[in-house]
C-alpha cells in the first residue's frame, strides 16, 4: 500500500504560477511511475503529466504543454508539478498516482495508488 499525500494547490490568478508536491509513503518510490491528473467540475478526469522512475522521460498533454514540468526527486519520495501561465481552464483538482512499474504512461486505469486531491482554482 503507498499513501500519496499532494499539496501546493490555491488560488491564483491567470498568467500566474503554482507548484503542486506530492508525497509517497513508500521505500521503493525510485522504482516507480508517477502522474498527474485533474478533474474539473462536470467533466472527467484527465491526464496531465507523466514521469518515469529515473524522470528521464516524461508525457504532458497537449493542453498543458510548455506550460506544466513534471520533475520527480528520488531522495525526497516527491514528485512535482510546475504549473506557469496558468489559465482559468486549468481550474480542477488535481490528484498524483504512483504506477506500479518504472515505465509511464497517460492510462489512468494503470496507475494503482491515488493521493486525495488538490484544489487549483485560476480567476480571470
Known amino acids: 500500500q503507498v499513501q500519496l499525500v499532494e499539496s501546493g494547490g490555491g488560488s491564483v490568478q491567470a498568467g500566474g504560477s503554482l507548484r503542486l508536491s506530492c508525497a509517497a509513503s513508500t521505500r521503493t518510490f525510485s522504482s516507480y511511475a508517477m502522474a498527474w491528473f485533474r478533474q474539473a467540475p462536470g467533466k472527467e478526469r484527465e491526464f496531465v503529466a507523466a514521469i518515469s522512475w529515473s524522470g528521464d522521460i516524461t508525457y504532458y498533454a497537449d493542453s498543458v504543454k510548455g506550460r506544466f514540468t513534471i520533475s520527480r526527486d528520488n531522495a525526497k519520495n516527491t514528485v512535482y508539478l510546475q504549473m506557469n501561465s496558468l489559465k482559468p481552464e486549468d481550474t480542477a483538482v488535481y490528484y498524483c498516482?504512483?504506477?506500479?512499474?518504472?515505465?509511464?504512461?497517460?492510462?489512468?486505469?494503470?496507475?494503482?495508488?491515488w493521493g486525495q486531491g488538490t484544489q487549483v482554482t485560476v480567476s480571470s
Open positions: 498516482a504512483v504506477r506500479s512499474s518504472r515505465i509511464a504512461t497517460i492510462v489512468e486505469r494503470s496507475y494503482d495508488y
